[in-house]
């Protein structure tokens, strides 16, 4: 027997002693939606999260910046509660910034269910979800946009291909891209891009496009569900 199927039938003897073990355990808690919108007009926004588990469970909330963006501008509550089985959590997204906020930002949570320990049982194999969802905080004077992509610029200027979004909304998207009718797949560096930023992509040698060209882009919905492809005009300078 070969190392690799050594290493198969070790992991699937893990993987079964799991499934059969009377006191193993999962941990789930699930938010209501797939994204968390927060209106600096209303100060605030929330999301309901439910405790799937059988049991109670300690949800842990936890906010973190993109890398673009450092700037701390909500403050969770509660951090930390206790969810009986089968119940929801109320959570605060509360917004504390210094300045004002003029254009939308972007930022992740997730939430996890920790497991209560209880010392008068066996031992356990303790499982824990935890969900990463986007935070999207808007402007009080931002009116909603359901398609913030169709404002994103590109240009090609030789062979340097530039996408600005001078626009106040963040645009989330695949980050895979095709300029066409070539049909060359380029990659953003995250699935989003924020108000202000530029990005710049090098074409191939050789690359040629006519007074047609265009870029299809893959965009996402509000709430992150795939929509149809948009070709983005592609101006030449």
Known sequence: ????NKLILLALSILLMAFLSPTSQAAGMLPETSVVLVNVAEGEGTMNVTNTDNQA??????????PEDKESLLVVSPPVARVEAGEKQLVRFIVQSQRPITTQRLKRVTFEGIPQKDPNAQAK???TVRQDLPVLISPADLPAKTDPWT???WS??????TVKNDSRYVVRLNQAFNVMPANLTLELPASYILPGKTH????PAGTTLGADASVRLYPVTLYGFATQPFDAPLKKH
Not at 57 to 66: G, I, P
Not at 200 to 203: D, G, S, T, V
């Open 200 to 203: 710049h992509f090098e074409l």
């Open 156 to 161: 090609l200027t030789g062979r340097d291909l």
């Open 57 to 66: 469970a300690l949800l842990y909330t936890s906010l973190e910046n993109v």
């Open 1 to 4: 027997m070969n190392i690799l």
């Open 151 to 153: 404002l994103l610029e």
């Open 125 to 127: 194999i303790g499982v």
